[in-house]
């Protein structure tokens, strides 16, 4: 948040580690699945993001070769990741005159504008998805190419174009939640990201759902497993090791508020602000 020091310091002053909220003048409020799925159109009703991690330098020196064809210089990356700048010159450079080039400099052009990368395999994230079947069409594109005669260069000029419009239109989108999936929003579950679990509190931010909020329970607490540090290299398979949040995520993730009439008047019942002050 450069230039916004002030904000950011503010909003820090109002952070509760006991709620993971921030506790402002109109009440408790956070980010939840809704947000997630207006700002950023990511999908919120599928498995968890999670599976095995490795920040050894031998593992991501492989992966580099494997996606990028080059291996990394010392300055080019640090604490497992790489530098985006060593991404776009691995970009700019590529010949492009092959298969493989063509398919290594659409996932570092990718990487550069979304920040991600299109990985060959399963353990992609759902933003990913949206483009294997893309790359995994490329030898297919190459046998069409001999057939009706035209440039594969053109061919693949014009699905890189596509890739890229679509990565822009699917991560700038604001089209938002639609009614059908609110309910999927205020979910009551635990939210899995590797080695990250945080809990979704959709009954302490009703009103950002429309509903009227009352005073709501104890926060739940996630013990050692939230905000866990990790120091040095990290090889683990976050599936086994959580494999209770990840399970609560896929078969609790269905419990939901239950979403009434949406409100009119969002000034907090005096029952609510008597407790919150």
Not at 160 to 173: E, F
């Amino acid at each position: 948040m450069r230039g916004h020091s002030g904000l950011l310091s503010a909003l820090v002053e109002r952070w509760r580690l006991e709620t993971h909220t921030f506790h402002l003048s109109v009440g408790e409020v956070t980010v939840t699945l809704e947000d997630v799925s207006y700002i950023l159109s990511l999908p919120i009703n599928e498995e968890a993001v999670t599976g095995r991690s490795d920040s050894s330098h031998q593992f991501l020196v492989e992966n580099c070769i494997a996606y990028f064809g080059q291996e990394p210089s010392p300055q080019d990356h640090v604490l497992g990741k790489v530098n985006i700048a060593w991404v776009r010159r691995c970009r700019d450079t590529e010949p492009c005159d092959t298969q493989e080039s063509l398919e290594r400099y659409v996932r570092a052009h990718i990487f550069c504008v979304l920040g991600t990368v299109v990985f060959p395999d399963k353990s992609t994230t759902s933003l990913n998805s949206k483009f294997l079947p893309l790359l995994r069409d490329f030898h297919r594109i190459s046998a069409y190419s001999r057939v009706i005669g035209a440039d594969i260069q053109d061919i693949y000029g014009g699905l890189l174009r596509i890739l890229v419009y679509m990565a822009a239109i699917y991560g700038s989108r604001k089209s938002g939640c639609p009614r059908s999936l609110m309910v999927m929003c205020s979910t009551q579950s635990p939210l899995v990201s590797f080695e990250c679990i945080e809990w979704h509190l959709a009954d302490r931010v009703r009103r950002q759902f429309g509903i009227q909020e009352l005073p709501p329970g104890p926060a739940f607490d996630l013990g050692h497993d939230h905000c866990k540090r990790l120091i040095g290299a990290q090889n683990h398979d976050w599936r086994q090791i959580y494999s209770r949040w990840v399970n609560r995520w896929r078969f609790d993730r269905y419990n939901t508020l239950q979403l009434d009439e949406e409100i009119i008047d969002f000034h907090p019942l005096p029952v609510y602000y008597e407790w919150y002050t």
